[in-house]
């Protein structure tokens, strides 16, 4: 007895406790609340024709007014932080697992083209309706990406059309913004097949006509990105889907990295080398650039906020990239009106303020692009009005060094270059010290692309690095350089023995190679009088060539040893010799097996012959190896046991197509 009357006792505080929450809500229980979304859902899913019933508003909304002592304070406010998810209808179990199992489909191969047609056709009625709900379901949102990727024209335009009305919120949304984003990077293709479609079915002809063309779903995004420019760019999905429009709109796309989420090389957490992947260019309507020019005077209404935003700022490091190719005298209007905001913060002051907004991750971010679009002539006087006279502070910046670096890259002209270099080449050994290799980098690459001060620039490296004087130290540049080391720290020597010979007894091997230290040289060896350099190379030992070759890095120096035309082949032959006996351990080597690629490429016969022979002795090993088997079959040395006849006959031809094709290339 004393059990059941706790257990009623535990009810009555249960249906108590119930009878609060749902007084808390305004709404009759749980369960009624997940049938009345059910509800809806299903209501818009049964009505595809109605794009306009998946607005959030027809949601029943959770939402209640706060008071004061109200037992449910801490879940009324996780209600508010999610009340845009509560605003966006969401997709059924049921609905949810029919798109896993089309996921799973669109990941493997169909037998058939035709097979292919009729699954896309199939499972986008199925959408039909609900695409707003899918294009924002996680999910949903994968399947979308890949039914574009894979749609007809007229296919793609219907599923868009159903999602115009709701651009904004699809283009904020986590999951939605990639929908609208990859609809977008497929419009090159898409364009090409509406324009090539000679006729159509019965079918497809009456879709095309009742969703229009490519060019009024681009046209209709403009306008919602226009009325609210700085809310789409302010968010961080919405400002993906701005920067592809304007590739769109400029004809310009670029391709993404084979590898998702691959990062290049960095320094202190930025790139490299921006803008390494590949772009395609492609024609665009004659609507596109006026509505390209519409856009980005949008960014002078609230250049503050786009200069300095962290999320705004990348869709105008964007559209400055597109403007420059496309519309050239927008992109230089632009540029002086982000320079004039910059330099004008605090005129008062001895300096420009532009320096101090060099200092900030944002800003110089924009900085650095603007560096990069200008024309030489505007260049020139930003350098003179802003830059010169601070290189060296700049240069010694955590933050604005990277801006000094694409100063050094943008420059236009040798005049320009020789009053950069002459205010920053005596501060080499301070911007060593700091760590910033890519200004120095930059330098000595600026120095090779204009034929300009490249004498002064290897002396001021060898000054820096403390290989200069005495004399018998500039044996061991290339050691230096590879590892950006100075010679004491190299060598292991004191600050007291800084002015000492060089003893050859103290050399020390090779041990690591720095990826800048890598570009340093291949730089240097492009120079018209590269000898110190070369000279130190081929004074390398066997063991260092072999780690310089199978590094990632140092195994491009190769590459510039072997193409550099102030390079003879006796000169890179000496050096090369030394790999001798050392092929089988190259053609293991991943690194080192595309050494062995690029230096048959440019050999002799007689090279190629006394490269074969070794290499056969250990023919098998090599094919058991994963990079040796490579090197097996370009090099064809089964041809060379069996037939070395036939094989000599065929380097011979293959040598002659090179050379003759070489100089093809050089008329």
Known sequence: ??????????????????????????????????????????????????????????????????????????????????SDKKQQPKLDPKTVGYFRRVHE?????????????????????????????????????????????????????????????????????????????TALLQYPRLQEQEQGQQAASAEEGAEEEAAGKLEDIVLQLCTDVKDKFLMYNENTHGSFVVRSLFQVLGGIVQQESAKKGSRGHTVGGRKANPGSNPLIEFEVPESFPEQLKELASCFQENIAGFVTGKTASLALQVALQVLRKKLPLVCAELCDAIVSFLSSRNPSADYSSLLVFLKDQTSSRVLEEVLLVLDGKRLKRLFHSHFKGHLLELSAHPIANFTIQRLLAAIPSKKLFATVFDELSPGLEDVLAKGHMGVITELIAACRRHSCRQKEGLARLMEAFHCAVPASRRITCSFLFLSLLTYEIYFGKDDSECATEHQEESERPLQDVNYHGSLLMQHLLHFCDPAPVLLSLAAMTSADLMTLACSKAGSHVFDALLTSSSISEKQWKKVLRKLKGHYVQLACSKSGSRVLDRVWNVATLAMKQEMAEELAERERELHGDPFGHHIVRNFALTHFLKRRGDWEEHQLTENKRRRLFAELLED
Request: proline letters at 4%.
């Open 105 to 181: 489909t669109l990941q493997q191969d169909f037998d058939s083209e035709q097979e292919k047609r009729l699954f896309l056709r199939n499972v986008l009625e199925e959408v039909k309706g609900i695409e707003f709900a899918v294009a924002t379901d996680t999910l949903g949102s994968v399947v979308l990406q890949r039914l574009l990727e894979l749609a007809s024209p007229p296919q793609a335009l219907r599923l868009l059309f159903a999602l115009c009305n709701h651009f904004f919120q699809v283009s904020c949304h986590r999951s939605g913004a990639h929908v609208i984003q």
């Open 1 to 82: 007895m004393g059990i059941k009357k706790k257990s009623e006792e535990d009810k009555r505080k249960k249906k108590k406790k119930r009878q609060s929450l749902e007084a808390c809500k305004g709404k009759k229980g749980k369960k009624g609340r997940e049938a009345a979304f059910h509800g809806t859902v299903k209501t818009l899913s049964l009505e595809p024709g109605s794009s306009e019933q998946i607005v959030g508003d027809e949601i029943p909304s959770s939402k209640g007014p706060r008071k004061a002592g109200n037992p449910c304070k801490g879940l009324k406010q996780k209600e508010t932080r999610d």
